[in-house]
């Protein structure tokens, strides 16, 4: 069973930058491709960017691009968000998400962390 946590969530001023980690354990990461979610109160969730499992393929969602960059490390078993130039509006609870057939900013993944809050206010 493939288990996976967020973190590097935080607080941060407009134009501050984080980078999130996706760490997994239980089955080696190299077979899943991941995305990454979010979720602000009272919103659907939305998808942000997602990479397959080799890592040669990206996508992002338009509210991200350029800004945003996805990345992994299959030795490390861990893939990561860096967040820059942050906007109010990236305000969410993000989550990572993993699937061994599936890829797509749709939400269509078997294995799901718990979330890591990003907060972006001046």
């Known amino acids: 069973q493939l288990q996976l946590v967020e973190s590097g969530g935080g607080s941060v001023q407009p134009g501050g930058s984080l980078r999130l980690s996706c760490a997994a354990s239980?089955?080696?990461?190299?077979?899943?491709?991941i995305g990454w979610f979010r979720q602000a109160p009272g919103k659907e969730r939305e998808g942000v960017s997602c990479?397959?499992?080799?890592?040669?393929?990206?996508d992002y969602a338009d509210s991200v691009k350029g800004r945003f960059t996805i990345s992994r490390d299959n030795a490390k078993n861990t893939v990561y968000l860096q967040m820059n130039n942050l906007k109010p509006e990236d305000t969410a609870v993000y989550y990572c998400?993993?699937?061994?057939?599936?890829?797509?900013?749709?939400?269509?993944?078997?294995?799901w962390g718990q979330g890591t809050q990003v907060t972006v206010s001046s």
């Open positions: 998400a993993a699937d061994s057939w599936h890829y797509g900013l749709d939400g269509e993944y078997d294995y």
């Open positions: 239980g089955l080696p990461l190299g077979y899943y491709a």
């Open positions: 990479i397959t499992n080799s890592g040669g393929t990206t």
